[in-house]
C-alpha cells in the first residue's frame, strides 16, 4: 500500500521554535503508512504577481511537494495579532496555483493563548478553497516549556494530541479519497 504523504510547514523561521519543533515530532510521530514532508519557505521571495511565470526553484519545490501530498499541516506562530509574514507570504505563491485548492489542511497551535492568528490563518485558508478539518486542529501548550521535538516526544501529553490530532487528520483524508472514487 502506497504511504499517504503529507506535507506540514511550519511558519516560524527561527532555529528554536516551537512550531519547528512539533512539527519534526509529527515526523516521528507518524503512523508507518504516513510519510509527514517538511516544506521550507525561508528562501521563497517576496510575494509579487509580476514573478509568478518566472522560474523560482524554492517556490517549484513548494508547490511539487504540495501537489504530491494527501494534506498539508500548518503550524504558526502569533505575531501582531496576525499570520506570520513568511507563511502568509508562502501562501500568497500558493494562492493562484492548481496545487493547494480542495487540499484537507491540519492546524497546530503551540500558543493555545494565542487566536488571532489561528482565526486569520482560517480566513485566509478558506479564502484560497482549502479544506480545513476542524476535528483534526490542536493546541499544545508548548510557549515557554524550553521544549525541542526530542522533548515533545517525551512529553507523553503532548505527544498524544499530536498523534490524536494526525490520526484524525489521516483517517479525514482516507475517508474523502474513499467517497471520491466511489461516486
Known sequence: MKKLQ????????????????????????APSDVEIVIGEIGDLPLFNPDRENEHIPSLIKLKNALDKSSGLILATPEYAHGISGPLK???DWL????????????LI???????????SLKEVLITMSGNLIDNAHVSVPLLSSKLDSGGILKSEKIANILS????????????????STSN
Request: glycine share 4%; aromatic share 8%; with cysteine.
Open 89 to 91: 507570504n508562502a501562501l
Open 95 to 106: 494562492v493562484s496555483g492548481e496545487e493547494f485548492p480542495y487540499k484537507p489542511i491540519m
Open 109 to 119: 497551535n503551540t500558543s493555545p493563548r494565542a487566536s488571532h492568528a489561528q482565526a
Open 164 to 179: 490524536i490530532g494526525l490520526s484524525e487528520f489521516c483517517s479525514e483524508i482516507k475517508a474523502q479519497k474513499l467517497n
Open 6 to 29: 503529507i506535507l506540514a510547514i511550519s511558519g516560524s523561521l527561527r532555529k528554536a521554535s516551537y512550531n519547528s519543533a512539533a512539527i519534526n515530532a509529527l515526523k516521528f510521530l
